[in-house]
Nanobody
Framework: QVQLVESGGGLVQAGGSLRLSCAASGWYLRSYAMGWFRQTPGKEREFVAAISSSGDSTDYGDSVKGRFTISRDNAKRTVYLQMNSLKPEDTAVYYC????????????????WGQGTQVTVSS
């Protein structure tokens, strides 16, 4: 059974850093493009970053470009999101997701989702 589990969320002050992890089980992560999304109450899920199956292609949402870095370790079946220079507006539940093809920004194209991890940035 395919499963994605996020970890690494928490409370951090503005300007600080966090690293989120997404561990996959039950399948071969190397065959899937991976994405990170975030959501706040009452808003649609927002694209944050994505990485190709091989790791040689990445894409970032405009609001996080230059501050966040997505990476993956296929041997460990884990995808990471390094978040630096955090801002209060980065506060959200962060989700990782997988799709068996190329990188996209569209929520509906991702087949598998984790349960989410809360990130709270205080001012």
């Amino acid at each position: 059974q395919v499963q994605l589990v996020e970890s690494g969320g928490g409370l951090v002050q503005a300007g600080g850093s966090l690293r989120l992890s997404c561990a996959a089980s039950g399948w071969y992560l190397r065959s899937y493009a991976m994405g990170w999304f975030r959501q706040t109450p009452g808003k649609e899920r927002e694209f944050v970053a994505a990485i190709s199956s091989s790791g040689d292609s990445t894409d970032y949402g405009d609001s996080v470009k230059g501050r966040f870095t997505i990476s993956r370790d296929n041997a460990k079946r884990t995808v990471y999101l390094q978040m630096n220079s955090l801002k209060p507006e980065d506060t959200a539940v962060y989700y990782c997701a997988a799709r068996p093809s190329w990188v996209t920004r569209t929520v509906s194209t991702y087949n598998y989702w984790g349960q989410g991890t809360q990130v709270t940035v205080s001012s």
